[in-house]
Nanobody, 124 residues
Framework: QVQLVESGGGLVQAGGSLKLSCAASGRTFVWSAMGWFLQAPGKEREFVAAINWNGGSTAYADSVKGRFTISRDNAKNTVYLQMNSLKPEDTAVYYC?????????????????WGQGTQVTVSS
């Protein structure tokens, strides 16, 4: 079992930065691939970024490439999402997710555990 708690969301102006954190509990965290997804009002939850179990492999949605960076610190059981050059269209609830597998995936069904989400609002 893995429990996930996101933090770091908030209100920021366009062009600004935020860093999201996801604290995980559970002994299987170290071996789990982790992902970030977002869900805007009235839309489906969509993939943002993912990282494999040891941080050696990452993947990003085209819309965030070059602006967002996913990382993890297994000693702290935490995964991060550094978001730079934020745009109003990045506004959404951001969810952290943990997979039972150690390789990355962009598919929601590959992720078993989900956090409650943290709101990110980017003003123009």
């Amino acid at each position: 079992q893995v429990q996930l708690v996101e933090s770091g969301g908030g209100l920021v102006q366009a062009g600004g930065s935020l860093k999201l954190s996801c604290a995980a509990s559970g002994r299987t965290f170290v071996w789990s691939a982790m992902g970030w997804f977002l869900q805007a009002p009235g839309k489906e939850r969509e993939f943002v970024a993912a990282i494999n179990w040891n941080g050696g492999s990452t993947a990003y949605a085209d819309s965030v490439k070059g602006r967002f960076t996913i990382s993890r610190d297994n000693a702290k059981n935490t995964v991060y999402l550094q978001m730079n050059s934020l745009k109003p269209e990045d506004t959404a609830v951001y969810y952290c997710a943990a997979s039972r597998r150690n390789y990355i995936s962009q598919e929601r069904y590959e992720y078993t555990y989900w956090g409650q989400g943290t709101q990110v609002t980017v003003s123009s």
